[in-house]
């Protein structure tokens, strides 16, 4: 059964960094995507970017495209989403979710999801 628990969250302001952890268990990941989505508060989850375990090719939501980056510490089964130039616009839970294939922008579309960690910037 996939675990993935978020860590790293916390109260940034607004232009400085921050970086979260996910950390994967349950399987072996060769053949997943690896997601970061977020939800600020009354808003729909959205995608922010995604990772593939296997070969690390990355993609970014325009919102965060050039801000973000994603990274994987396989040694560790851990993946990183470092945040730089954060602003208030990206204030929200953040969620490690994986899904077996493709990346994808669709929460539905995604089956293993982490309990989230909270972000929230100042201005």
């Known amino acids: 059964q996939v675990q993935l628990v978020e860590s790293g969250g916390g109260l940034v302001q607004a232009g400085g960094s921050l970086r979260l952890s996910c950390a994967a268990s349950?399987?072996?990941?060769?053949?997943?995507?690896i997601h970061w989505f977020r939800q600020a508060p009354g808003k729909e989850r959205e995608f922010v970017a995604a990772?593939?375990?296997?070969?690390?090719?990355?993609d970014y939501a325009d919102s965060v495209k050039g801000r973000f980056a994603m990274s994987i510490n396989s040694a560790k089964n851990t993946v990183y989403l470092q945040m730089n130039s954060v602003n208030a616009e990206d204030t929200a839970v953040y969620y490690c979710?994986?899904?077996?294939?493709?990346?994808?922008?669709?929460?539905?579309?995604?089956?293993?999801w982490g309990k989230g960690t909270q972000v929230t910037v100042s201005s």
């Open positions: 979710a994986a899904q077996r294939g493709v990346v994808t922008t669709r929460p539905e579309a995604v089956e293993n």
């Open positions: 349950g399987r072996t990941f060769f053949g997943y995507v």
């Open positions: 990772i593939v375990w296997s070969g690390g090719i990355t």
